[in-house]
């Protein structure tokens, strides 16, 4: 009898820990299933938040473990750098001036995005953005110089803001250029970046030079002008030699 | 929570239609009338169009159930439609779909445990769903490759294709799809699933080839309707093009030009032929044509068609919440069925120009 009951706490015993067991061993494989399903969700967040600096189709490919080739595509390039940012820089408190230059690419950023441009990359305090680099847009250079438009009403809106704060004024130039342009993903192993290679980027950059030259806060390229909708009032300007292009660049000022 | 959640979505901006008739109507051949039918009762081929090309029609002689589901979530995922997405994911779990096959699919389409034929289908529908370019011959072969037929690989480019046009309504009208978000973990789901997928299965078929009378081979976009002849989705095709074309809340020579713009957007080059042919029927000159689809605008369109060409160019690549903004501001410019027949326009011209990827043209 004794013996009976010791077999039956024993089997009984026995079930407890088996069943013990199997719990732990479940338990750890739902918290490793959770810890893997998190990690793809971060792991798709990250995919989406990538698809908004780099083409998907690029963010795919990277993930497939391949580096995409470069392509060639016509693009509209847009450079704006402040005018005369550098002596303000040194007279307004750095924390300030992280704000200002912050609120100044939020809102240009803006512009641009709203007229489908991409924000490329922040130089200083430049900006570089792309038409027609992510997805073909055969409306890209009304977009891009809509998005001009769109920057100088934003610029004049935040300097009515500076003003009643008691800061000064900002001004910028703006070069804009069309062409074609070698887009890949480009820079070392530790860093590379999705960029359009060229002269493209080169013309719009060194456009925007002109700007002070010319007195004029938008400047487009003649190759660019030739493809605008005739609604853009367009003041032609005289040829103007840039540095690293062989032959004069005709220029024109967009009045609105 | 899927990361589809977190993205921006606006309030819902439409009064939902009520006409018996269409809801018995869709009802009758659905079994339910799906949400985002409910927001264009004002320009009824819209809702017709869902029980006319439904998947439960028997409208597909290659394409699987579980294979229709998931290139719809995959489609609606791609397109960032909440809705649908929602939609397609609680229809994959009723219909048997395990909870952990589903995330693998939507987190991670490239690695996921699948089918290689599944994932040749997948991936090219979502190609063909993105804005341009178009899925090239490479990419169709991948799918002749993976064994798929020119039937079936027409009638997958379809599924995506309509997916497409249903993403557009239902995320320009936002429809709300936090029900529908939080409906495969209710325990009522849970209980009746079984018998939901009963009833959704039962309605399933694989019908005969079918085959276009002479006077179904003509009208708009005939050429890309009667490459699908032989598949019983032509025929419905063809209905729903014909009753879109001949709704009067917008002009033909309208419906043209938004066709043309998305056509031109998505490169899609015989469409834009065809698009202009019909534009020119409606006496639009080819030089105002020329210049909308340089400019998208002209002297010689009216406020309506100013509107409908910008917007048309706006839903070929989007993101909701902006695109919806900007159907709530149009809301007050066009009437109320103007404005619905514009969206549907829109995102048929959005499926049928990319169904030109499947259409080999001659020229």
């Known amino acids: 009898m004794t013996v009976s009951w010791l077999l039956a706490v024993g089997a009984l015993a026995g079930i407890t820990l088996l069943g013990v067991l199997w719990w732990r061993e479940r338990a750890e494989a739902t918290r490793l299933r959770r810890r893997l399903e998190d990690a793809a969700g971060n792991l798709e967040h990250l995919q989406r938040t990538f698809s908004r600096f780099v083409p998907e189709a690029v963010v795919e490919q990277v993930i497939a473990g391949g580096l995409p080739a470069g392509e060639r595509k016509e693009v509209t390039a847009l450079f704006a750098d402040l005018a005369g940012f550098t002596p303000l820089a040194e007279r307004i408190e750095p924390t300030l001036l992280v704000e200002i230059l912050n609120d100044y690419f939020e809102r240009m950023s803006r512009a641009i995005t709203e007229h489908r441009g991409r924000v490329s990359t922040f130089l200083g305090d430049g900006i570089l953005a792309l038409f027609g680099a992510f997805e073909p847009n055969p409306w890209q250079g009304d977009d891009a110089v809509r998005a001009a438009l769109a920057m100088r009403e934003e610029l004049a809106d935040y300097n009515r803001e500076l003003a009643e704060k008691g800061l000064p004024n900002l001004a910028f130039g703006v070069g804009l250029h069309r062409g074609v342009g070698v887009a890949g993903l480009v820079g070392s192993r530790e860093k590379k970046e999705f960029a359009i290679v060229g002269r493209t980027v080169n013309v719009a950059a060194r456009v925007q030079d002109l700007t002070r030259q010319h007195d004029a806060d938008i400047l487009v390229t003649e190759d660019l002008a030739r493809t605008l909708d005739s609604h853009f009032s367009l003041r032609p300007l005289p040829a103007a030699e840039l540095r690293g292009i062989a032959k004069p660049v005709a220029v024109y000022a967009v009045e609105r | ?363």
């Open chain 2, 1 to 363: 929570m899927s990361a589809m959640e977190e993205i921006e979505w606006e309030e819902c901006w439409r009064e939902r239609g009520h006409d018996p008739e269409l809801e018995r109507h869709l009802r009758s051949s659905l079994g339910f009338v799906p949400p985002p039918a409910l927001y264009f009762f004002d320009c009824p081929w819209i809702p017709r169009s869902f029980a006319e090309i439904g998947y439960l029609q028997g409208n597909f002689r290659h394409v699987g159930w579980e294979l229709y589901e998931k290139l719809n979530l995959v489609v609606s995922q791609e397109n960032s439609c909440r809705f649908c997405f929602a939609a397609y994911r609680f229809l994959l779990r009723v219909t048997g779909v395990p909870e952990d096959r589903i995330r693998r699919l939507e987190q991670d389409l490239l690695s996921a445990d699948i089918d290689p034929s599944e994932r040749a289908a997948l991936d090219f529908a979502r190609k063909l769903s993105r804005s341009n370019p178009l899925p090239s011959r490479e990419d169709l072969q991948k799918l002749r490759d993976a064994g798929f037929g020119d039937e079936a690989l027409k009638e997958i480019a379809f599924v995506a294709a309509h997916m497409v046009a249903v993403n557009q309504l239902a995320t320009l009208a936002a429809v709300p799809p936090e029900r529908w978000e939080r409906l495969p973990d209710r325990w009522y789901v849970r209980l009746t699933g079984p018998l939901i997928r009963r009833r959704f299965l039962s309605r399933w078929r694989h019908p005969e080839a079918d085959h276009l009378e002479p006077e179904l081979r003509i009208g708009p976009f005939a050429y890309l309707v009667n490459a699908f002849d032989g598949l019983p989705i032509a025929r419905s095709m063809r209905k729903v093009i014909d009753e879109a074309w001949s709704s009067p809340l917008l002009t033909r020579r309208a419906k043209a030009l938004i066709f043309a713009v998305v056509a031109h957007g998505l490169g899609s080059a015989r469409a834009e032929r065809e698009a202009a042919r019909l534009a020119a029927n409606e006496g639009l000159e080819a030089d105002a044509l020329e210049e909308v689809l340089a400019h998208l605008a002209s002297p010689a369109l009216d406020a309506v068609e100013s509107e409908a060409v910008t917007f048309a160019r706006e839903t070929i690549w989007y993101q909701p919440a902006p695109i919806q903004r900007r159907a709530r501001q149009l809301s007050e410019k066009l009437e109320r069925a103007q404005l619905s027949e514009l969206v549907g326009i829109s995102a048929f011209a959005n499926m049928l120009c990319r169904l030109d990827a499947v259409v080999p043209d001659a020229t």
